[in-house]
C-alpha cells in the first residue's frame, strides 16, 4: 500500500525560506518546520522497530529504557536477542535478490524555530497534493538529504525506532515479503507484561552498538538520493503551521 505518512519514510528537512512560491509574510508568522519528500519514498518498503536502549551508568549498573508505555505495541512482543545476525541474514537475502537496504535508528530533530519566542499549542501539517519538479520548488539548487532515509521531528523521540528500508528500485506500491528462515535462535516471544523481566538478562548485548551505526547496502543519504532518482526527482512538499 502506498505511504500514508510522510515521516514514514524517506524524507529530508530543510528551512522553509528557500522554498519557493510561499509568501514571506506567511513564513516569518507561521512556518515552523518542512520536508522535502521524494516521490521514489512511497516506492520503498519500510520495517520498524522498538529500541530498548541500555545506558551504562557505571561498570557495574546498566540502565534500561523500554519503550514507552503510551506506544500501543500490542500484548505479544518478538525480542530480537541477536539483532547484528537478523541483519546479516537480510543482507544475504537483500543482495540475492538484487535490492538496496538500510537499517538505522530514526534521527529525532528539532524543528527549524523560526518563532523561538512563541509557544506552539498546536499544529497542522500541510502536503502538496501531487509531486512537483525540483527544480520548480528549489531554483537555487535541491538542499542536501542531509538526514539520511529516517528523520522525524523531536516530539516523537518517545517511540525510540529503529527501522529497515527497502529499496527495489522498482516503481510498485506492493508489499515486499523477504523470506529471512527460521528466526527462533535469535530471537524470542514474550508477553509485554513480561518484557521488563524479560530484559534483565540483555547485559553485553549489541544493542547500544546498533543504535549508534548505520547497516546496509548503502547509506542513508545514498538511499535517499536513489529514491529521489526512481521519483523522476519530483517531490512532494510539506509545511507545518501553527
Known sequence: ???????????????????RGFPKVLLGVLAKESYA????A????VCCFSCVLIKQVDTRVDLIE??????????????????????????AVVLQLGYDF???PVEYRDSVQLNPSEIVKSTMDLKSHEPLPAYMVFPNG????????????????NQ?????????????????????????DIAHLIRRTELTDDLQRVHGCSVP?????????????????????LGNEELFITLTIG
Open 1 to 19: 500500500m502506498e505511504q500514508q505518512d510522510f515521516l514514514e519514510g524517506a524524507c529530508a528537512s530543510f528551512d522553509p525560506h528557500i522554498m
Open 37 to 40: 519528500i521524494p516521490r521514489g
Open 42 to 45: 512511497g516506492y520503498c518498503n
Open 66 to 91: 523500554l519503550p514507552d508505555p503510551g506506544l500501543d505495541l500490542g500484548s505479544w512482543i518478538v525480542v530480537i536477542d541477536n539483532p547484528c545476525e537478523l541483519i546479516s541474514r537480510l543482507r
Open 102 to 104: 538500510v537499517a538505522a
Open 142 to 157: 535541491i538542499p542536501h538529504f542531509n538526514a539520511g532515509v529516517f528523520v522525524k521531528n523531536v516530539r516523537y523521540a
Open 160 to 184: 525510540a525506532e529503529w527501522r529497515i528500508a527497502v529499496n527495489r528500485n522498482e516503481r510498485s506500491y506492493e508489499p515486499l515479503i523477504l523470506k529471512l528462515g527460521d528466526l527462533t
Open 209 to 229: 552498538y546498533l543504535t549508534r551505526g548505520c547497516f546496509g547496502t548503502k547509506t542513508s543519504q545514498e538511499l535517499s538520493q536513489d529514491l529521489f532518482k
